[in-house]
């Protein structure tokens, strides 16, 4: 077999080559230009040469007249192997220069290697090959030699400046993304130190509102303002955990499927005794059923917080519109002024503009950043808009505001479509906080939370057995001989969570019934903050008339063997 010295400046076309033409029996060495492979041909000449033609030092065009030129290497096959030069005149100037095949890249193996052997058997009868393009002189070959560099390198310098400027638009998308995952990370970053701080505030709410409670039932008239203060101000602080919690998507949340359109619709008369009669109210409704799944008292919140922000934006009057509509986001057709990726798929909108006084450039990047306000010091505690962050996004959806001083401000939701008839809302009918006879199984792991709550329950007739952690609840249910009909166990606590509490006892008391309490979910009972089906929840803190009503719910309620 012969020797064929590849040029080529590509390893991955040199290694293509070489594993090829080894493959089939042919010794192959190797040059990365022409310059280093007339060095290597005249101190040991192969039997073919197979040359690219775009190379640095030297192209593959003047190796070629260089090969043609020397006497120890002009009668050697040479065969150009290009993917840059494409053009009719490029293979003229080659086959003009003396080339003896004109090979285009890729080409399949078979052909490639069947024209390797043609090339070689008609060198081997000496049967010269007429030239394709005939040489009319030496000058007219140099000027279209010329005239074939300058067109490739326009096109190559062309192809280089159209790269440059992909690679600012991906720079500057991949800034926008880092950016994006920064801000991202900094919210989840606050958002967990929100949830904790919340959980732990819960707990001490709930004692100092138990208490207070109880000294509400026994005080004089002199002494109820000052209790009425205190019950007060721990119902404003467990609105700010609220708000917490929602921000950092801990809060409970128990999603329906419901219709933007009507929730908007019902809300008409409250936002309207909201903003009050120097501020025009328009509701723009699509067109269909713009179902959603999403907790309903959540989205009021938001459309309430908003239609507040609104408001304050518009001291001197204004107009506040809140649209909505059924959006297509495709790969095509992404949402241009979103700052944030969506997914393709359908969509619910909600906008709400207003024209009040704006919003500087500077602070949109902050704007949903837990106690980032741009009200004057006292009139804003920072969480109303955090609130409606945490909410669309533990709903599923996207949201983020666009603004200009001077011309108002706009927030656009985006929830996904659901292909579900909404449920109709429900009555919600008040159960009376009647007590009861039935034994309960109380499991809290703050002591102090566990003697109020205890005694609330014991003095409306419940029988009340405590514990301060599960397995201390474990070991009092093992030793109870009487049926106990209700379990009331914190989700969060150490060794053993309330979830795994109440599988093991529900394994061997059927008919008992669980009631979870908690702060936060810490993803327990909950995926992601969502309730699953069937779970009885109290959300701290809570008043002993909530927690009297929702202990009544549960036994009442079907026992665990009887939802099944």
């Excluded at 490639?112 to 043609?118: D, N, Q, S, T, V």
């Excluded at 011309?407 to 929830?415: A, E, N, V």
């Excluded at 909404?422 to 039935?438: I, L, N, Q, W």
């Amino acid at each position: 077999m012969s020797r064929i010295l590849i040029v080529d400046d590509k390893e991955e076309n040199l290694y293509y080559l070489r594993t090829l033409l080894s493959g089939h029996g042919h010794d192959v060495e190797t040059a990365r230009h022409g310059a280093e492979a007339l060095v290597m041909a005249r101190q040991s000449p192969p039997d073919l040469v197979i040359s690219d033609l775009l190379m640095p030092v030297m192209d593959g065009y003047t190796l070629l007249r260089h090969w043609r030129a020397d006497p120890h290497l002009a009668r050697i096959p040479f065969i150009v192997f290009t993917a840059t030069y494409t053009e009719l005149e490029d293979e003229r100037l080659a086959l003009q220069l003396g080339a003896d095949a004109f090979l285009l890249k890729p080409s399949e193996p078979e052909d490639f290697l069947e024209r390797i052997r043609e090339v070689q058997a008609s060198v081997a009868a000496s049967v010269p090959v007429p030239p394709k393009f005939p040489v009319d002189d030496e000058k007219d070959l140099l000027k279209t030699y010329s005239e074939t560099l300058i067109r490739k390198l326009e096109e190559k310098t062309l192809e280089l400046q159209e790269t440059n400027r992909a690679l600012e638009r991906d720079m500057a998308e991949r800034t926008r993304l880092e950016s994006q995952l920064l801000q991202s990370q900094k919210l989840e970053a606050v958002g967990r130190l929100a949830g904790g701080v919340a959980h732990d505030f819960n707990n001490l709410l709930g004692v100092i509102m138990g208490h207070a409670e109880l000294l509400m039932a026994e005080a004089s008239d002199d002494q109820r303002f000052e209790i009425e203060q205190i019950l007060e101000a721990t119902q404003r602080a467990a609105g700010l955990t609220r708000q917490l919690l929602a921000f950092s998507r801990r809060q409970i949340v128990d999603p329906k499927v419901l219709d933007l359109n009507v929730l908007v619709a019902e809300m008409e008369k409250m936002l309207r005794r909201l903003l009050g009669e120097d501020i025009e109210l328009s509701i723009s409704q699509g067109s269909g059923v713009a179902s959603v799944r999403a907790d309903p008292g959540q989205l009021e919140q938001v459309v309430m917080n908003l239609a507040i922000n609104a408001r304050d934006a518009m001291p001197l009057g204004g107009r506040l519109s809140l649209e909505t509509s059924q959006i297509e986001v495709g790969k095509e057709a992404p949402i241009a002024d979103a700052r944030e990726e969506i997914a393709p798929g359908r969509y619910v909108q909600l906008e709400v503009r207003d024209t009040g006084t704006g919003i500087e450039e500077r602070l949109l990047a902050n704007i949903f950043e837990p106690f980032f306000t741009t009200k004057e010091p006292g009139k804003g505690t920072g969480l109303g808009l955090a609130m409606v962050y945490g909410i669309v996004k533990q709903s599923g959806g996207h949201v983020w505001v666009s603004s200009e001083v001077g011309r108002g401000t706009q927030f656009t939701i985006c929830l996904p479509l659901i292909d579900e008839a909404p449920v109709g809302r429900e009555a919600r009918s008040k159960v009376r906080s009647r007590g009861g006879e039935e034994t309960v199984l109380l499991v809290e792991d703050e002591t102090p939370l566990l003697a109020i709550a205890r005694r609330i329950l014991a003095d409306h007739g419940y029988r009340v057995l405590g514990a301060a952690g599960s397995q201390e609840a474990l070991a009092l249910a093992q030793d109870y001989p009487d049926e106990i009909h209700l379990l009331i166990a914190d989700v969060v606590m150490p060794r053993m969570n309330g979830r795994a509490l109440a599988e093991s006892l529900v394994a061997g008391r059927p008919r008992l019934r669980v009631l979870y309490i908690s702060g936060y979910t810490d993803d327990v009972i909950a995926h992601r903050g969502v309730l699953a089906p069937g779970t009885r929840f109290l959300a701290k803190p809570f008043t002993g008339e909530q927690l009297l009503a929702r202990v009544r719910e549960a036994l009442d309620e079907p026992a665990a063997t009887e939802d099944r």
